[in-house]
T-cell receptor, first 115, second 112 residues
Framework: EPEVTQTPSHQVTQMGQEVILRCVPI?????FYWYRQILGQKVEFLVS????????KSEIFDDQFSVERPDGSNFTLKIRSTKLEDSAMYFC?????????????FGDGTRLSIL | GDSVTQMEGPVTLSEEAFLTINCTYT??????LFWYVQYPGEGLQLLLK?????DKGSNKGFEATYRKETTSFHLEKGSVQVSDSAVYFC???????????FGTGTRLKVLA
């Protein structure tokens, strides 16, 4: 069964450094998403991406965050200058379509630790 | 705004016990409802879904019925196994929006 792949599984970064989290969505999917889960808290929506542009973003997704689809397969989340509070598990997801009942398929996540 | 409330965990059951994990939601429209499961060290996997009132989603012995009158989508399984030990997330999505809104997750531990 096709799956969403995320790399790395764990990233340790010094505060203030830039970090790029990578995702390979399912190949025929057109909609891409990033979520995060701070330890012990809810899974929170960050951003959705369709047709090479952001289609929706949350309040969390401020100017420090950006997303990109640099080629036909990868989807990346960049955090420009990391803060301690960015430490979380980051999940990438993709879906074939958008609409009621369309399931989003999630990767295994990247655990980001900011020191 | 929209929200999802799940029962607090952890839930600890013996093998073959009956499972209920409560989930209620608040939404302005008529959302789709989902249950996802997260096994240790893995990502979120879709377990089941329902898109309209009175729909029943089912998969791997798990069931949940979309109850509009009580705004609930409780997850049930008649006989749990040790392999069901995981964290279960209830989620909703509204028409016209791309995001899922998740509950806090309920950890289930099944003892042999």
């Amino acid at each position: 069964e096709p799956e969403v792949t995320q790399t790395p599984s764990h990233q340790v970064t010094q505060m203030g450094q830039e970090v790029i989290l990578r995702c390979v969505p399912i190949s025929n999917h057109l909609y891409f998403y990033w979520y995060r889960q701070i330890l012990g808290q809810k899974v929170e929506f960050l951003v959705s991406f369709y047709n090479n542009e952001i289609s929706e973003k949350s309040e969390i997704f401020d100017d420090q965050f950006s997303v990109e689809r640099p080629d036909g397969s990868n989807f990346t989340l960049k955090i420009r200058s990391t803060k301690l509070e960015d430490s979380a598990m980051y999940f990438c997801a993709s879906s074939e379509a958008m609409g009621l009942g369309q399931p989003q398929h999630f990767g295994d996540g990247t655990r980001l630790s900011i020191l | 705004g929209d929200s999802v409330t799940q029962m607090e965990g952890p839930v600890t059951l013996s093998e073959e016990a009956f499972l209920t994990i409560n989930c209620t939601y608040t939404a302005t429209g008529y959302p789709s409802l989902f249950w996802y499961v997260q096994y240790p060290g893995e990502g979120l996997q879709l377990l089941l879904k329902a898109t309209k009132a009175d729909d029943k989603g089912s998969n791997k012995g798990f069931e949940a019925t979309y109850r509009k009158e009580t705004t609930s989508f409780h997850l049930e399984k008649g006989s749990v196994q040790v392999s069901d030990s995981a964290v279960y997330f209830c989620a909703l999505s509204e028409a016209g929006t791309y995001k899922y809104i998740f509950g806090t997750g309920t950890r289930l531990k099944v003892l042999a």
